[in-house]
Nanobody, 115 residues
Framework: QVQLVESGGGMVQPGGSLRLSCTAS????????MGWYRQAPGKQRDLVAR???????NYKDSVQGRFTISRDTAKSTVYLQMNSLKPEDTAVYYC?????????WGQGTQVTVSS
């Protein structure tokens, strides 16, 4: 079982920025993808962004142009740079990774956007 440890959540004002980090317990070289989901109270968990093994990235429409996902293979870490944050981005953000068909999840980190 791959362990995923997230960091970087917190509270920020609208228009602000945060960077989330997720470090895996093993090399991510063989991962099919790594990414981020989020879940707001009373809502389902939705894909925010992911990066595939070949480098292709996918984004939720509402974050396109504001969020950027990247990875550092040497550090076994994936990042989510979030700019121009809006109150509707408030949620618990979960890191996820898939290796050989097995999906792992982090414990989640809270992001709150409020004035």
């Amino acid at each position: 079982q791959v362990q995923l440890v997230e960091s970087g959540g917190g509270m920020v004002q609208p228009g602000g920025s945060l960077r989330l980090s997720c470090t895996a317990s093993i090399s991510i070289f063989s991962f099919n993808y790594m990414g981020w989901y989020r879940q707001a109270p009373g809502k389902q968990r939705d894909l925010v962004a992911r990066v595939l093994s070949g480098g292709t990235t996918n984004y939720k429409d509402s974050v396109q142009g504001r969020f950027t996902i990247s990875r550092d293979t040497a550090k076994s870490t994936v990042y989510l740079q979030m700019n121009s944050l809006k109150p509707e981005d408030t949620a618990v953000y979960y890191c996820t990774a898939s290796q050989y068909g097995r999906v792992s999840w982090g414990q989640g980190t809270q992001v709150t956007v409020s004035s």
